[in-house]
């Protein structure tokens, strides 16, 4: 033992600039029995958790290698590792034991059917083809041939999603297969095709197939099963840590229990309040249980958040407390406040990508810091390489969009490529691209081209009007007359009455198609040519959501919006799949991220958009269905997503919904009347039943400071605002944004009703600035939301203030049109 505690924590202190907090520092301390360490989101559980580590080897005397470090991702295991290497430079490498669950899973269940003389082969991730094998045995492959003997159709991408996700969860939550008919599953017949999967992998003789879910059933029942391999690795680890508990399944919660049995030195780190992953098995139940599995285990919480301003901090905190099943927590940050969190209500949905778009656009400079020191594992670098980091240069790497759907993301990156905006797209997948339902679209413009290709007709010719039998088909494809292929339906195949006419309706619509539009075309094919009656039929058939169907329709329609060609609109689809492969290069570049919430969780940013708020997305339908007239456990689920998105924003929050979708009206996410209700109430409890809510400021918003001028609307939302109503009396009321270029002043397309609360200052500023001429570097003014600063420099988009926390490029547009900005 080298030294006492305080002795530690001083000398960490002294290296590192590691100062930990009190309940940090009992977390450290505490080595012996079982802990759970309850970590709100920014308190710097991983510092403590490395720290945790080097105090286990530098004061207590354990050997590096008897401390093993399981979490959730491969991601978060480098992490750790990369952390406690830099924090504790002079240990040996490779001695302390940090991985992922899997891999140890792997690693038991290797050695258990070594010592059962079985070969395996892994059939997920990258495969390799036997010799002996005519096709690689693949998961999926496999899955889908059981698939197509069982049911005669072949799997969507979204089926194969799904009943992936399915026989996941089934493992996960060690259900055996009698009770696999009783989980819900969208895909017809799922249990019926995962027991045959099961089968299947079985039907090698001296050899299993094994997927990723199998190495933690195998491993957890062999641990179970053999003392002598269980006693093997309880022996090997005198302490064992788990990160992200609340993400862990049944499955991983017993083998991590089981090793841990011998000495009961374990400690979760998790917080149920981040559990957002039920769907593919999480296990957040455990974590409320934890001590009747543990009933001596030690329960702390690390409530300081060192991330987030004081109002933000305060409304999740707040927000969070309307779910039941939960530990009682009270986050609270010692940051000071920042502006309050940004609520806007659009007219219409396609208004969103081109506002957030322009909000960006007028946010170019990043935020000031505070004066206050940061906690370590949230200071931003200090240099880029190796020199001072220049002001504006990481502006767009501190901003992100968040979604509940991948879905949402197309649309943003369509906007922000046409404005010439780089982003990175952090979950972004090309399923959108080769999405079937994307495929019949191009298949029905195709045959506007030529209507004498069956082959061509052969791939719609159930999803269209006039629907033409499997026969009929078969018929048609037998004619080689170079003919239309509705002339020679008609003339030559056996028809029914109805067919004839509708035939050659279709005849005329393809014909008058090419010359269409694209946005026109696409609205041809959903509604006169029968393509939205044939995916209500396949949603009540094959357990499709609509909602999603129609999503992915309307997103295209909105792609071909200003859009001259069928031609252009197929290739805008190939150049926007370049664009989302290109987009991976940015991760570490000075791009907006552009993140699904369940993605987001472990990440920070200064300025946090979030979007699609609308009830119907968050929460979904499912999640507000009622259990017995109770709150579902989906609905406290959404209420966790949604909070996990919240505190992903330092210091800048904006919330967005609209009023309309397609014609149709949109509901306002409950959770954002919830947080509007939280920051403002009394403005809330004045909105008129049925009027738009807005956001609500006054003078007693959270985290704002006493003296303290009123706050006025974010930056970045407010100068997206002014741009709007800037533009519209520039080009006329309603005027379109220009479609093709992708100049950074196109029009935001946003329609602003003015005068709103909580949008702009009740009352304008009689001193407020009209022009910025005649202003000289030096000159004082004071700014509505930043206070007291000093004029720097004047463009006709933006003005340069000196202010007491930092250097800010703000929007010129905004300062001007809302009055922002006056002499002393």
């Keep these: ?435 079937w339902v994307l495929e019949d679209v191009l298949g029905f413009m195709r045959m506007a081209y030529t209507d004498k290709r069956p082959d061509l007709l052969e791939k719609i010719h159930t999803k269209m009007a006039g629907y033409v039998s499997k026969v009929q088909m078969a018929a048609l494809t037998a004619i080689d007359n170079g003919e239309s292929v509705f002339d020679n339906l008609v003339n030559h195949v056996p028809l029914k009455d109805y067919q004839s006419k509708q035939l050659l309706e279709c005849k005329e619509l393809f014909q008058a198609m090419r010359s269409m539009e694209p946005r026109a075309a696409i609205r041809l094919i959903r509604f006169k040519l029968g393509y939205e009656r044939a995916i209500d039929r396949m949603c009540e058939r094959l357990g499709f959501r609509k909602e999603n169907l129609t999503g992915i329709l309307n997103t295209l329609e909105d792609i071909a919006d200003g859009l001259a060609t069928l031609e252009d609109f197929a290739n805008r689809l190939k150049y926007l799949e370049a664009v989302m492969k290109a987009s991976k290069k940015n991760k570490n570049a000075n791009a907006v991220t552009f993140s699904t919430l369940h993605s987001a969780k472990g990440l920070e940013f200064e300025r946090v958009f979030m979007i699609d708020l609308i009830d119907g997305i968050i929460p979904s339908n499912e999640d507000m269905k009622k259990t017995e007239g109770e709150v579902s456990p989906l609905m406290e689920e959404s209420v966790r997503l949604f909070y996990v998105g919240m505190t992903r924003a330092k210091r800048e929050l904006t919330l967005l919904s609209y009023a309309k979708r397609d014609g149709e009206e949109a509901t306002e996410s409950q959770f954002v009347k919830a947080v509007r209700e939280l920051q403002s109430p009394r403005q809330a409890a004045a909105s008129a039943p049925g009027r738009r809510p807005e956001a609500a400021w006054n003078a007693d918003a959270p985290g704002r400071r006493p003296g303290a001028a009123k706050p006025t609307a974010s930056a970045s939302a407010a100068a997206a605002d002014a741009a709007a109503k800037t533009k519209r009396g520039a080009a006329g009321r309603g005027a379109a944004a220009s479609r093709s270029g992708r100049t950074a002043g196109a029009s935001s397309g946003v329609t602003v009703t003015e005068g709103r609360p909580g949008e702009e200052p009740s009352a304008r500023n009689p001193r407020a600035l009209k022009s910025f001429d005649g202003l000289k570097p030096g000159d004082p003014l004071v700014h509505a939301a930043f206070g007291p600063g000093a004029f720097v420099s004047a463009s006709r988009d933006m003005i340069e203030i000196d202010f007491a926390g930092g250097r800010r490029k703000l929007s010129a547009a905004a300062c001007i049109g809302m009055g922002l900005v006056s002499r002393p």
């Design 1 to 435: 033992m080298a030294g006492s505690g305080n002795d530690f924590f001083a000398r960490k202190h002294a290296e590192l600039g590691v100062a930990l907090n009190e309940v940090q520092k009992k977390a450290v301390l505490q080595t012996e029995g079982a802990l759970l360490l309850l970590a709100s989101p920014g308190s710097g559980k991983t510092t403590t958790v490395i720290m945790r580590i080097g105090y286990l080897i530098e004061v207590k005397g354990v050997h590096p290698s008897r401390i093993k470090a399981v979490t959730f991702s491969r991601a978060s295991a480098q992490d750790m590792k990369d952390r406690y290497t830099r924090f504790f430079p002079d240990h040996p490498d490779g001695g302390v034991q940090f991985s992922t669950i899997h891999s140890f899973a792997f690693e038991v269940m290797r050695e258990h059917l070594r010592r059962s003389r079985l070969t395996f082969q892994i059939i997920e991730g990258e495969v390799e083809q036997r010799e002996d094998e005519e096709l690689p045995l693949h998961k999926k492959l496999i899955l889908r041939d059981l698939y197509r003997k069982l049911k005669g159709e072949n799997l969507t991408e979204e089926q194969m999603e799904e009943l992936t996700t399915y026989i996941s969860f089934v493992k996960n939550k060690l259900l055996p297969e009698r009770e696999w008919e009783s989980v819900k599953c969208d895909v017809p017949e799922a249990a019926q095709v995962a027991k045959a999967y099961e089968a299947f992998k079985r039907s090698f003789e001296g050899r299993l197939l094994v997927d990723y879910d199998d190495m933690l059933v195998l491993a957890n029942g062999a641990l179970e099963d053999d003392g002598g391999l269980l006693w093997k690795y309880q022996n090997r680890y005198d302490y064992v840590l788990t990160d992200e508990s609340q993400d862990t399944s049944l499955v991983q919660h017993a083998i991590i229990e089981k090793l841990a049995r011998r000495h009961g030195c374990l400690c979760v780190v998790a917080d149920d309040d981040q559990s957002i992953y039920t769907w593919r098995a999480a296990e957040p139940q455990y974590l409320l249980d934890f001590r009747n599995v543990f009933p001596e285990a030690a329960v702390l919480k690390m409530e300081q958040n060192y991330r987030s301003s004081r109002n933000i901090v305060d409304i999740a905190n707040r927000f969070i407390k309307r779910n039941e099943q939960r530990y009682d927590k009270n986050m609270f940050t010692r940051n000071p406040g920042s502006r309050p969190i940004y609520i806007k209500q659009l007219d219409d949905y396609k208004g969103q990508a081109k506002y957030v778009a322009a909000a960006v656009e007028g946010s170019v400079a990043p935020l000031p810091q505070n004066g206050q020191p940061m906690h370590p594992e949230h200071a931003a670098p200090p240099t880029q390489n190796g020199r001072p980091a220049q002001p504006g240069t990481e502006a767009l790497g501190e901003t992100a969009v968040l979604y509940r759907n991948n879905a949402s993301s197309i649309m943003l990156m369509n906007e922000f490529d046409r404005r010439g905006i780089p982003f990175y797209m952090k979950d972004g997948d090309n399923r959108f691209f080769s999405h």
